[in-house]
């Protein structure tokens, strides 16, 4: 595979090709993958009590500074697959009794997961969780391949996206994405078991010090979509990383009374089917090993 590269919204226009590393995702063209297995980490109606199938891909095209799997978000971790591999491994987690498929960091490797998709009966949901920095255009390139969009709405602030992200336009760029989100999925809906079927749970990650911009994620969500059309996820796991001296304000975790403060605010505007943490919340359990587990070699 070789293309010059605009999928996502930094349009970087590079020569992606399995030669090396390209653009600002740090990835070749073909998908790059971690780890391929059960997880039991994301919220109830996703995780269940089988797990979602997950497949961990490295790169992305966001790159936080605080990323807490930045192990694999760097890029350098994981393995090439090919298509029928990654389909492979889509079917193998499905028949292993998993609730979905659950597509993590997918956004700079598009086209190769679009076509291990095409066509593929799965008879469980496919779930796409991202970051929320994708373009429109993109999104619709995936309509009818994904049932279960979940994206984060990371940065309402736009000096915090460039500040920490190097986006200064996530804001609007993240709504735009996931109002297609919904356009696509509509309301969401839960089957019998309380597990997602389809639609869009908006993820907002606390940041320490940063209610205002924490606020606005929330406002985004209330004032965007019908009342009780989508889930909120406001998570307090904010957990720092080694290495952000330059960034004092993210050297600690989330307080109980930033917190609370935000989940009354939350409750205030209306969203109150999703879910919410505890400061407690805020540790490393959750973040699987990047060890290559059921990631299988390619086969063409």
């Known amino acids: 595979m070789e293309y010059v590269c605009s999928d996502c919204p930094r349009k970087c226009g590079v020569k992606r090709d399995d030669n090396g590393p390209g653009g600002f995702c740090a990835s070749p063209a073909s998908a790059r993958v971690a780890r391929a297995a059960p997880h039991f980490g994301e919220e109830p109606c996703i995780s269940g009590t089988r797990g979602a199938g ?37 079917l193998r987690l499905r028949d292993e009794g998993v609730h979905c498929i659950d597509l993590v960091t997918p956004t700079h490797f598009l086209r190769a997961v ?9 008879g469980i949901p496919v779930v796409w969780n991202s970051s929320g920095y994708e373009s429109v255009e993109a999104l619709r390139s995936l309509e009818g391949l994904v049932q279960v969009y979940l994206p984060d709405y990371k940065y309402s602030d736009a000096s915090l996206a460039k500040r920490y992200s190097a986006a200064p336009d996530y804001p ?21 078991d309380g597990l997602l079927v389809s639609g869009v749970l908006i993820r907002h990650l606390i940041l320490p ?16 979509f019908p009342r009780g059309s989508v889930l909120f996820s406001l998570m307090s796991q904010y957990t720092p990383i080694e290495g952000l001296g330059r960034f004092p304000s993210l050297c600690r975790r989330v307080d109980a009374e930033e917190n609370e403060h935000l989940i009354r605010y939350m409750r205030s505007c209306g969203l109150t089917e999703g879910y919410w943490q505890e400061t407690a919340s805020a540790t490393e359990e959750q973040i699987p090993a990047f060890d290559g587990t059921g990631v299988e070699p390619p086969s063409d």
């Open 54 to 90: 997950t497949i961990f891909f490295t790169g992305c095209n966001l790159r936080c500074v605080f990323c807490q799997n930045r192990e694999i978000s760097r890029g350098g971790e994981g393995r090439a697959v090919s298509r029928d591999a990654l389909r492979g491994m889509m």
């Open 114 to 122: 679009r076509e291990a998709l095409d066509g593929l009966a799965l």
């Open 172 to 192: 609007q760029v993240a709504a735009a994405a996931i109002r297609e989100m919904f356009r696509q999925t509509g309301p969401y809906r839960l089957d019998g």
């Open 209 to 224: 010090g940063e209610i205002e911009n924490s606020m606005g994620a929330i406002d985004f969500a209330a004032e965007s």
